[in-house]
Protein backbone atom coordinates (compact mmCIF):
# COMPACT_ATOMS: atom_id res chain seq x y z
CA UNK A 1 0.00 0.00 0.00
CA UNK A 2 1.46 3.51 -0.79
CA UNK A 3 2.11 5.11 1.98
CA UNK A 4 2.69 3.20 4.59
CA UNK A 5 5.08 2.53 6.77
CA UNK A 6 5.65 -0.70 9.20
CA UNK A 7 7.88 -0.56 12.31
CA UNK A 8 9.27 -4.15 12.88
CA UNK A 9 8.28 -5.89 16.11
CA UNK A 10 11.73 -6.51 16.71
CA UNK A 11 10.79 -10.23 18.65
CA UNK A 12 10.83 -13.62 17.54
CA UNK A 13 6.89 -13.30 17.10
CA UNK A 14 6.66 -10.62 14.08
CA UNK A 15 7.87 -13.07 11.46
CA UNK A 16 6.38 -16.05 12.62
CA UNK A 17 3.03 -14.51 13.05
CA UNK A 18 3.31 -12.07 10.23
CA UNK A 19 2.81 -8.61 12.50
CA UNK A 20 4.52 -5.11 12.55
CA UNK A 21 4.81 -3.26 16.16
CA UNK A 22 3.20 -0.44 14.68
CA UNK A 23 1.93 0.76 11.18
CA UNK A 24 1.54 4.45 9.70
CA UNK A 25 -1.10 5.11 6.86
CA UNK A 26 -1.29 8.48 6.16
CA UNK A 27 -1.89 10.30 9.43
CA UNK A 28 -2.81 7.52 11.39
CA UNK A 29 -0.62 4.98 13.59
CA UNK A 30 -1.91 1.82 14.86
CA UNK A 31 0.72 0.14 17.59
CA UNK A 32 -0.17 -3.69 17.79
CA UNK A 33 -0.38 -5.24 21.30
CA UNK A 34 3.05 -4.57 23.08
CA UNK A 35 4.08 -6.58 26.12
CA UNK A 36 6.75 -5.40 28.55
CA UNK A 37 9.11 -7.05 27.43
CA UNK A 38 13.27 -5.79 27.49
CA UNK A 39 15.16 -5.76 24.93
CA UNK A 40 17.17 -8.62 25.72
CA UNK A 41 13.67 -10.70 25.30
CA UNK A 42 12.80 -10.64 28.74
CA UNK A 43 10.12 -9.55 31.10
CA UNK A 44 10.79 -6.14 32.63
CA UNK A 45 10.89 -6.53 36.88
CA UNK A 46 8.26 -4.94 39.31
CA UNK A 47 5.33 -7.49 37.79
CA UNK A 48 2.47 -5.10 36.96
CA UNK A 49 3.95 -1.81 37.26
CA UNK A 50 7.40 -2.58 35.35
CA UNK A 51 6.04 -4.51 32.74
CA UNK A 52 3.20 -1.65 32.21
CA UNK A 53 6.08 0.88 32.21
CA UNK A 54 8.10 -1.23 29.68
CA UNK A 55 5.09 -1.66 27.50
CA UNK A 56 4.34 2.23 27.17
CA UNK A 57 8.33 2.37 26.77
CA UNK A 58 8.32 -0.19 23.59
CA UNK A 59 5.15 1.77 22.69
CA UNK A 60 6.84 5.42 22.82
CA UNK A 61 9.82 3.89 20.88
CA UNK A 62 7.72 2.60 17.78
CA UNK A 63 5.57 5.97 18.01
CA UNK A 64 9.16 8.00 17.74
CA UNK A 65 9.88 6.15 14.36
CA UNK A 66 6.85 7.12 12.70
CA UNK A 67 7.39 10.73 14.16
CA UNK A 68 4.89 10.77 17.43
CA UNK A 69 4.93 10.90 20.41
CA UNK A 70 2.81 10.37 23.23
CA UNK A 71 0.83 13.60 22.93
CA UNK A 72 -0.58 12.64 19.47
CA UNK A 73 -2.40 9.25 21.02
CA UNK A 74 -5.87 9.26 20.99
CA UNK A 75 -6.81 5.43 22.24
CA UNK A 76 -5.15 3.16 24.27
CA UNK A 77 -6.62 -0.66 25.21
CA UNK A 78 -4.84 -2.61 27.99
CA UNK A 79 -5.00 -5.99 28.81
CA UNK A 80 -4.24 -7.45 31.88
CA UNK A 81 -3.96 -11.18 33.27
CA UNK A 82 -5.27 -9.71 37.19
CA UNK A 83 -7.56 -7.10 36.87
CA UNK A 84 -6.67 -6.75 40.95
CA UNK A 85 -3.62 -5.78 39.95
CA UNK A 86 -5.11 -2.75 37.79
CA UNK A 87 -3.88 0.24 40.00
CA UNK A 88 -0.20 -0.61 39.02
CA UNK A 89 -0.70 -0.71 35.02
CA UNK A 90 -3.19 2.66 35.73
CA UNK A 91 -0.35 4.12 37.59
CA UNK A 92 1.78 3.43 34.66
CA UNK A 93 -0.50 4.58 31.96
CA UNK A 94 -1.05 7.83 33.92
CA UNK A 95 3.03 8.67 34.49
CA UNK A 96 2.66 9.03 30.31
CA UNK A 97 -0.98 10.22 29.62
CA UNK A 98 -2.49 11.94 32.51
CA UNK A 99 -2.54 15.19 30.87
CA UNK A 100 -3.05 13.59 26.97
CA UNK A 101 -6.07 11.64 28.51
CA UNK A 102 -6.36 9.31 25.63
CA UNK A 103 -9.96 7.19 25.17
CA UNK A 104 -9.03 3.90 27.23
CA UNK A 105 -9.91 0.88 27.73
CA UNK A 106 -9.17 -1.99 30.52
CA UNK A 107 -9.84 -5.14 30.74
CA UNK A 108 -8.94 -8.73 32.16
CA UNK A 109 -7.52 -11.36 29.98
CA UNK A 110 -7.12 -15.06 30.92
CA UNK A 111 -3.87 -15.45 29.34
CA UNK A 112 -1.23 -13.81 27.70
CA UNK A 113 0.92 -15.73 24.66
CA UNK A 114 4.11 -15.95 27.47
CA UNK A 115 2.59 -17.37 31.13
CA UNK A 116 5.41 -14.49 32.15
CA UNK A 117 3.54 -11.60 30.68
CA UNK A 118 1.13 -10.08 32.79
CA UNK A 119 0.14 -6.90 30.31
CA UNK A 120 0.03 -6.13 26.63
CA UNK A 121 -0.81 -2.66 25.74
CA UNK A 122 -2.52 -1.23 22.22
CA UNK A 123 -2.12 2.49 20.69
CA UNK A 124 -3.56 4.05 18.08
CA UNK A 125 -2.27 7.80 17.47
CA UNK A 126 -3.11 10.43 14.68
CA UNK A 127 -1.02 12.94 13.88
CA UNK A 128 -1.78 16.61 12.42
CA UNK A 129 -2.68 17.14 8.83
CA UNK A 130 -0.12 18.28 6.34
CA UNK A 131 -1.21 21.61 5.49
Not at 52 to 66: D, H, M, P
Not at 77 to 96: L, M, N, Y
Amino acid sequence: MKGRTNVDAGTIWGPKVGYSRAVRVGNTIHVAGTTGLTADGTPAPDGMYGQSKQALANILAALAKLGAGPEHVVRTRIFVTDIGQWEEAGRAHGEIFAEIRPAATMVEVTRLIDPALLVEIEADAILPEER
